[in-house]
């Protein structure tokens, strides 16, 4: 087995996403984001590699009995992409920062505008640079401020590279 540690990569500038999905409490989400790939591989084996890019991203909470929220987020997000031909399935996590509009969604009471963001994934890669995935994200003010309810949101994504 050959694993090389660390190697470079040839990436694209920019990555784009939209994503839609909904929360426990029947909130739907809209998102869009940027990402910005690491440009760097480790651990690569004939299984696969260790990656990662930057997500920036905006999110619309449209509630359904209460008003709505805005987000915005930035996140480092690694990534195990899965040795494939025309599809490379991959695994992703990631914690980064958000701050929101408002400090309450539904009945959730967030507590402080500014949340941490939590990030677990899954999909496939496609080697026309395009991706489609699940994410579950959960929201959290790590007990800074009381009350710290949180909130989670589970989205479908597609992410096209230029």
């Known amino acids: ?45 004939e299984v696969g590699r260790l990656t990662g890019y930057w997500d920036a991203g905006y999110t619309y909470w449209d509630g359904d009995k209460v008003s709505s929220n805005h987000s915005i987020s930035l996140a480092p997000v690694f990534v195990y992409e899965f040795n494939g031909g025309a599809m490379k399935p991959y695994l992703e996590a990631g914690i980064g920062i ?4 408002s400090t309450e969604i539904e009945e959730n009471g967030l507590g402080t505008s500014f949340q941490f963001e ?33 909130i989670e949101s589970y989205a479908l994504h597609y992410r096209a590279s230029f």
């Open 98 to 101: 958000a701050a929101f509009e």
């Open 118 to 150: 939590d990030r677990i994934g899954a999909g496939i890669r496609f080697i026309s640079g395009h991706e489609i995935g699940l994410r579950a994200i959960h929201y959290s003010n790590a007990g800074i401020k009381k009350p710290n309810d949180g």
């Open 1 to 45: 087995m050959t694993v090389a540690l660390i190697s470079t990569t040839t990436a694209h500038a920019w990555d784009f996403t939209a994503a839609v999905g909904g929360t426990g409490e029947s909130t739907m989400t809209y998102r869009l984001g940027v990402q910005k790939d690491f440009h760097r591989s480790w651990f690569q084996t």
